[in-house]
Every structure is written in structure tokens, then in C-alpha cells.
């Protein structure tokens, strides 16, 4: 909302020295959000005068219109003589009021005039536009043509209210009352301790059975129209240039007489008004909801199919308006009023949600649903009407009928019960009763009681519904600066979770190893379940959609961690990045499709243990995951030598390097599951309970899903439920005893059937080794003629050491030969070269 300093002074007698920056203060104070002050006219020099023109000669030769022309400009030139003026417009005539700006005058952008030579004649002077005037867009780009009433001389900067201030702002969904001067004109009385001359408080008129006939189907979404009749408008009346400036300064373009004045009485009052050109409605005017297949064509040119739900006026040939959004082709009054001499005036209230949902399914937002949606007065609909039609009577030489049509829907105000002492409680700080009843009666509620409070709260502040609403006008008003600063007393010795500890650790582990944090949004589409290959049946495909998602792309919440993160890799190698290591925390949704109906909780009381626990039950699982991906080299190539581009091998390593951290000892076996590579592809499990409980997957992924995701070949990936692992683990993350003895260092080469997992053979080691055993690794895996058909050799390096002393040879050799007869008993491993 633009709001003009010297409109609001009308209202509001603010102190003479007070500036926009100074008001803007004020209405900050108070809780209106002031975006920006903006100055008029900064930098405007005159002489800037009315000129009438004298003659006009028309200039040949030149590749646009050029007139050299007389202008009268009084005694503001110091000699009362003609001045030469050479201009480029050419929509003024002789005889027209024009804007003269005289040598030595400014415009704005330090646009200094003087007189110069051009065209081949001397111009002393420069007849002005609206644009370069900083005035806005009048609709007519060329020169600006004043009514013929005004003297040559006249200042125009005066005249035309060039210099001014003008508020902008940014009015919140709850305080729709100050999209109207009258609003912020109350906003700023209060906050300045003066009284409001309130502009609507007019004689009007009570209804009678005279007025033009209207029939209101839906009392529900229209509970108040009122009806007025001007006759006898002069089509050729324009509005005055008071009026155009002030619609300018408000952000608004000019257009007719008729038109321009709803506009005014709207910006003034908040009430969205719409003139109908009597002559061009056909019968009573109605309000109801749009029939199935019913179309309009709307001011804008645009014919919209229309919503059941959809409210619209109508008269005896269907609908001639969205009512509260946009009116019809059919009756508009057109831009130059010039056939339009009787118009019939609408000023109703209609439900804002019903007008909010009219404006978002037909995406037409308009300056009458922006208030409608945010609640405007019905009570001031009767006085804006009246205000309209004594504009009209006023500026356009009307004759207003005497019939007044309203139609009201029963309604009694708000009341609303509060302790005296509520307010106090919300702030902590202490107001005491007096402040209270003073500050609500300032916003226009009626008070009374003494200890409990009844409030009736005022037409126009539908936002004011309950105790707490009225505690935070009493806190606003009196200063949200001055509530006391206070930290919370938390109680000592809490910390952290285990679960966030572990969090932390997997984390800083990651980021240890190369891997770089991201954090996506956790919603995706149904579509990338087909990308990653993922079956018919696959419980990753139940997804929980959002009822008003940000993206109609991605309206469900994720279930596994991997669209997001493959995603945010496919973007960072289309931006160059080709060597990638990326992980992320956080909760997949994974509904069961059998979750009970949540309950309705109440807001007057706080919910009981068993409607706590109903509300539990009817949210899906959701459990935490840390995936990886990886594309690219892993090792950087160089001086040093050759790098190493990365493989599913680093995916089931980040699963490892998660594992440890939470004191849990990996197992790893070959798996097939999307969207992973059948032959690439591991699973990854801990014991739980002495059970093994699959925790998680690694590998390469598929071709197909490589393809159809647009990643680069070889991109490796892993994902693991970070819950089971925690309850996988044993507790507390014991430090490694840190031995000050030489290690010693055996090395085995084991044959087993290739379809014997390296995890089983590693497994078997461990278990024979015993308590020496500090590191065991596999260094190679052989495969050939060696050592026959259906084999392999698995290469392992076994460390051992003893915290207490050095171990011999003999020792060392003793547990090297445990481990390999527990692994040849196991997997029916042999020794190489045996």
C-alpha cells in the first residue's frame, strides 16, 4: 500500500516538521512493516509553470515530428513575452494548458534546462511529460494537457503536488484494514496520540424500496450489497488533477472520470467498489455461484470457464462479473467515459475465502481481491457507496437517485472474553488494567468489566478473533522495544543425545574422508521411482503426498535419500564439478498405507497422553539415513603419480567409515537391489540382537538408472539406516589401546570357491586370530590356472601385536595358523602352495 504523506495529513493532523522518515518510524513502532519512503519531486527546480500555447508551426526536413511553438507562460519568464519553446510531441493544440519548465529550472535526474539551439531554432524551455515530471504513467505518454481552467503562470509544481513523500507498505495477511488510507490514518493517530478525522463517517441514507433491484442468491458469500444510482453524468467531465495525482502516487493509473473514483473511494476507505453502465445491464443485478459451463469475459479480454464455486454478479443474461475480483466486458464503462452518463454503483462484502479462491484458480489477482481476501468492513460499504455518488454528483454534474438498495445478512458483532491481566502474561511485563482498556478502545473496540474483560471488536478487524490477538494489540501498541529481554533458565547437565552425538560423529567422519555435506528438500516425484528401476511392489513406491507442495514436480516425501542427492550431483557436473563425494543426513517417510486417521486436536486445552499418542500412531515411520554418492576421480592424478577414479569398492568403504564410528562392525555380502548394479552391488548388515539385520546398501549403480538420471558412468552410491546401526551398537565408542610394542606382520594367501564371500574368509580370520589379532586386510584377489577352475586366492595381511610385550616369531605364527584352520573349517579355505 502507497501511502502519500500529505493524503494521510487529511486525515491525521501530524506535527508540521514531521517527515516521511519520521512517520515511518512511528508506524514501524507500532508493527506495520514500512518497506521504503520514497521522495517526489527530489531534485525538481523550477520555474515550473502552466503555459498556454500561443502558435504552433510545424518544423519539415526532420526524420520525426518537430513544432516550434509560442507559449504563454504569464510573468514567470520576468517579461510576460511568448516564449519559443521547440517540442517533439504532438498530442496538444493551440489553445491547450500545458507544463513549462523555463531556463534554469531541474528536472528530476539533474536534468538542467537552458536554452539552447536545435532544429535550427533557439528553445528557451521545455514543454514537460508525466514521465519526465517523475509523475508515473498516465496512460497517455505525451505531453501533459491541464484543464482549461487553470492561468498561464501558475506554479506547477504546487499545482501538480510534484514534491511529496509516499509510504510504501508491505501490509501483512492480518491487517487487510490498512489497504486503505483510513486504515494507516488510524495506525498513525494512535501512534502519534492525535484524532482521526475518519472519512467515513458521512450521512447516508437508509434503504428503501426506490433503489435498483438486486437479488442476492448466496447470503453466505455475498451478507451485504448496496446499490446506487448517478444519473446525468457529463461524458465529457475529467477527473481533476488532484484526483489523478493522488491515484498516481498510490501506484494507480488514471482512467475515466467514473472509473478513477471507485478507485479513490477504494484507496480511501478500503472498500472495493464496481460501476456499471446503467444502460448496459440488463435487468435486476444478482449475486450466486457460477453454473457448470458458464463463461465470462473479464476486463482483461480474457474468457474464463467458470468454477461452481466461483461467486459471480449477474443480471438477466448471465454473469457480468467475478464478484470481488474483476468485473465483466459486457458492462464495463469505458476508458474515456465518453458514452457513459448513468452508472450503477456496487459496494458489497463478499466471504473472503470464497473471493481468495476465485483469484488463485483463475490466477488473477486484482487491487478488489487483495482486500476481499484479507477482510474488509461491511459496515463501511453503505458509506462508501455514498462517498462515491457525491464525487460523482461533485466532479461530473450527476444527479443521485433517491433509491438506496441494501441488502444485509443477519450478523451480530464479535465479542470476545479476556482477563484484564491476559495481556501481562503474554508479555511478562505488567501493564495494569487502565493501559489495556486505553489501547484496545484505541483500535476501536468497545470495553467493559472490571476483571474479565468483554471486548466487541470493530467491524473493519476481522482478524481480532480470540484473547491472545487483543494481548498482542495491547503489546504492539505500547512497543514491542520495550518488552524486557530475558534468557530462558535451562536445566544443567543435559547435552547432547547419544543419537545426536552419533550424528555428529558420522558428519565430521565423512567430511574426514572427502565427502561434502549437502542438504535437499525431502520431497520428490513418483516419476524417479521408474528412473531407479525400482519394481511394481517395491514399499519404497508408497509415498505420502503433500496437500500444497512447494513444486508440483516433487509432491511426495521422500522415501529413500538418493533422488535428492543424485540430483544435487547431476546439477554440480553440469556446472563443471566432475569429481564428486557428496553425503546427507536426514528422515525418509516410509507409510505402511495402514496408519490410522490423526485426530482433531483442540486448541483451548493442551491434548491429553492419549490424544498425544493417537496423533503418533497416524504418522508413518521415519527413520534416519546417511547416504554418499560419488562420481569421478577419487585421487587426484599428478606429480606423485597415477589417481584412482571412483568405484563401488569407496561406496561400501563410506559404509564402513559410518559403522565405525558408531562401534559397529560391518558385515558385507553380495546383493541385488535397485538401483544398484546386480553384479556391483553390496548389502550391508550388523548383528542386532544377535540376529543379522540388513542396515543399509552400496555399489555402483545400474547402467539403465545412470542413463535415464543423466550421471556420469561409474557414479557409486550408498544409503544406511542410521537408526538400526545405533541399535546395532554396543554403547560407548571404546578409544583404541594404543600398544608401545613392535607389531608383527603374517601374511596368508587362502583358496576358496569363487562363490565364497571375502566378508565370510575375513569373518573366519578375526574369529581364529584371537585377542593378538590388531588389523586384518585384504591386499589381492587372484584368479586363474594356478590354482584351477572356480577358485580364487584372497591375499590377507594380518597384524598382531600384544599391549603387554614383544612378541616372538613363534606367538605371531601360532595365531596366524589359528586363523586359517578356523577359516579353512569354515569356508573350506586352503593354503596357497600348500
Not at 21 to 40: F, H, N
Not at 286 to 297: D, H, I
Not at 768 to 781: I, N
Request: hydrophobic content about 40%; aromatic content about 4%.
Amino acid at each position: 500500500m502507497r501511502v502519500p504523506l500529505s493524503w494521510l495529513r487529511e486525515y491525521v493532523d501530524l506535527p508540521a516538521g514531521e517527515s516521511g522518515r519520521d512517520v515511518q518510524a512511528k508506524l514501524i513502532s507500532a508493527g506495520l512493516e514500512v518497506e521504503t519512503v520514497e521522495q517526489l519531486g527530489a531534485g525538481l527546480k523550477g520555474p515550473l509553470v502552466v503555459g498556454k500555447v500561443l502558435t504552433i508551426e510545424e518544423l519539415t526536413g526532420f526524420k520525426k515530428p518537430i513544432r516550434f511553438c509560442t507559449v504563454d507562460v504569464g510573468i514567470a519568464n520576468g517579461t510576460g513575452e511568448p516564449q519559443e519553446i521547440v517540442c517533439g510531441a504532438s498530442n496538444f493544440a493551440v489553445g491547450d494548458k500545458v507544463v513549462v519548465i523555463l531556463p534554469g529550472g531541474v528536472l528530476p535526474g539533474n536534468f538542467e534546462i537552458a536554452a539552447r539551439k536545435t532544429y535550427g531554432r533557439t528553445s528557451h524551455g521545455m514543454i514537460c511529460s508525466g514521465a519526465e515530471l517523475g509523475m508515473g504513467d498516465d496512460g497517455s505518454h505525451g505531453i501533459i494537457v491541464l484543464p482549461p481552467e487553470h492561468e498561464a503562470g501558475t506554479d506547477a509544481i504546487e499545482l501538480l503536488e510534484l514534491v511529496d513523500e509516499v509510504l510504501d507498505i508491505a501490509v501483512t495477511p492480518d491487517r487487510g484494514y490498512c489497504l486503505s488510507m483510513r486504515g494507516v490514518a488510524r495506525e498513525a493517530a494512535i501512534a502519534y496520540g492525535l484524532p482521526l478525522s475518519d472519512p467515513a463517517l458521512l450521512d447516508v441514507p437508509g434503504p428503501n424500496s426506490h433503489g435498483y433491484e438486486v437479488r442476492v442468491a448466496d447470503p453466505a458469500g455475498c451478507d451485504r450489497f448496496t446499490a446506487r444510482t448517478v444519473t446525468g453524468l457529463d461524458p465529457e467531465a475529467a477527473s481533476p488533477v488532484w484526483l489523478q495525482r493522488r491515484l498516481q502516487k498510490a501506484g494507480m493509473r488514471p482512467i475515466s472520470l467514473a472509473v478513477d473514483v471507485t478507485n479513490y473511494v477504494m484507496l480511501e476507505l478500503g472498500q472495493p467498489l464496481h460501476a456499471y453502465d446503467r444502460h448496459r445491464v440488463e435487468g435486476a443485478i444478482g449475486v450466486r455461484r457460477a453454473q457448470p459451463g458458464e463463461k465470462l469475459t473479464t476486463l482483461d479480454g480474457q474468457v474464463r470457464v467458470l468454477d461452481p464455486e466461483d461467486l459471480v454478479i449477474t443480471d438477466n443474461r448471465g454473469p457480468i462479473g467475478l464478484a470481488g475480483v474483476m468485473g465483466g466486458a459486457n458492462t464495463e464503462i469505458d476508458e474515456t467515459g465518453a458514452t457513459t452518463t448513468d452508472v450503477v454503483i456496487e459496494a458489497a462484502h463478499f466471504d473472503p475465502v470464497a473471493i481468495a479462491r476465485t483469484a488463485r484458480r483463475h490466477k488473477l489477482s486484482s487491487e478488489a481481491s487483495k482486500r476481499f481476501e484479507r477482510g474488509v468492513d461491511p459496515q463501511a460499504a453503505s458509506a462508501a457507496a455514498q462517498r462515491t455518488v457525491d464525487l460523482l454528483v461533485l466532479l461530473a454534474g450527476g444527479t443521485a437517485e433517491a433509491g438506496v438498495t441494501e441488502i444485509t445478512a443477519p450478523s451480530a458483532p464479535h465479542t470476545i472474553s479476556i482477563p484484564a491481566d491476559h495481556p501481562d502474561k503474554v508479555a511478562g511485563m505488567e501493564y495494569g488494567r487502565e493501559t489495556v482498556v486505553r489501547r484496545l478502545q484505541q483500535v476501536g473496540c468497545d470495553v467493559y468489566g472490571s476483571d474479565e474483560l468483554i471486548v466487541t471488536v470493530p467491524s473493519w478487524r476481522p482478524d481480532l478473533r480470540d484473547p491472545n490477538d487483543l494481548a498482542e494489540e495491547v503489546i504492539r501498541l505500547e512497543g514491542y522495544e520495550n518488552l524486557p529481554s530475558t534468557l530462558p533458565h535451562l536445566p544443567s547437565g543435559r547435552g547432547l543425545t547419544e543419537s545426536q552425538k552419533l550424528r555428529r560423529r558420522v558428519g565430521r567422519a565423512l567430511a574426514g574422508a572427502g565427502y561434502v555435506e549437502v542438504q535437499n528438500y525431502p520431497f520428490l516425484g513418483e516419476g524417479v521411482f521408474d528412473q531407479l528401476g525400482l519394481d511394481a511392489d517395491d514399499p519404497r513406491r508408497i509415498t505420502i503426498r503433500l496437500a500444497n507442495p512447494l513444486s508440483d514436480e516433487e509432491p511426495a516425501l521422500r522415501t529413500t535419500m538418493l533422488p535428492g542427492l543424485l540430483g544435487a550431483l547431476r546439477r554440480n557436473v553440469g556446472r563443471g564439478a566432475h569429481d564428486l563425494a557428496l553425503f546427507e543426513t536426514g528422515l525418509v517417510f516410509r507409510p505402511s498405507g495402514e496408519e490410522p486417521a490423526p485426530p482433531r486436536l483442540p486448541v483451548d486445552r493442551r491434548p491429553t497422553d492419549d490424544e498425544i499418542a493417537a496423533l503418533d500412531a497416524a504418522l508413518p515411520r521415519q527413520p534416519r539415513r546417511v547416504a554418499v554418492v560419488l562420481s569421478g576421480a577419487r585421487e587426484q592424478a599428478g606429480w606423485w603419480g597415477q589417481g584412482r577414479t571412483a568405484t563401488w569398492a569407496d561406496a561400501v568403504e563410506a559404509g564402513r567409515i559410518v559403522s565405525r564410528e558408531a562401534g559397529v562392525e560391518l558385515i558385507v555380502r553380495q546383493d541385488r537391489h535397485a538401483p544398484f548394479h546386480p553384479g556391483r552391488c553390496a548389502a550391508l548388515l550388523a548383528v542386532v540382537d544377535g540376529e543379522e539385520v540388513l542396515v543399509g546398501n552400496a555399489g555402483e549403480l545400474h547402467p539403465r538408472v545412470i542413463k535415464a538420471m543423466y550421471l556420469p558412468e561409474g557414479t557409486a552410491a550408498m544409503e544406511l539406516d542410521l537408526d538400526r546401526l545405533e541399535r546395532a551398537s554396543t554403547g560407548v565408542v571404546a578409544a583404541p589401546t594404543v600398544s608401545t610394542f613392535p607389531v608383527a606382520t603374517q601374511d596368508v594367501a587362502l583358496v576358496v570357491d569363487a562363490s565364497v564371500p571375502a566378508a565370510d574368509v575375513e569373518t573366519a580370520l578375526r574369529s581364529g586370530a584371537g585377542g593378538l589379532l590388531e588389523a586384518l586386510r585384504l591386499f589381492d584377489v587372484f584368479t586363474g590356472d594356478q590354482i584351477g577352475a572356480g577358485k580364487k586366492s584372497l591375499a590377507y595381511s594380518l597384524r598382531f601385536r600384544a599391549p603387554d610385550r614383544t612378541l616372538t616369531a613363534e606367538e605371531a605364527s601360532a595365531a596366524r595358523d589359528a586363523a586359517v584352520a578356523v577359516a579353512a573349517e569354515r569356508t573350506g579355505a586352503t593354503l596357497r602352495g600348500a
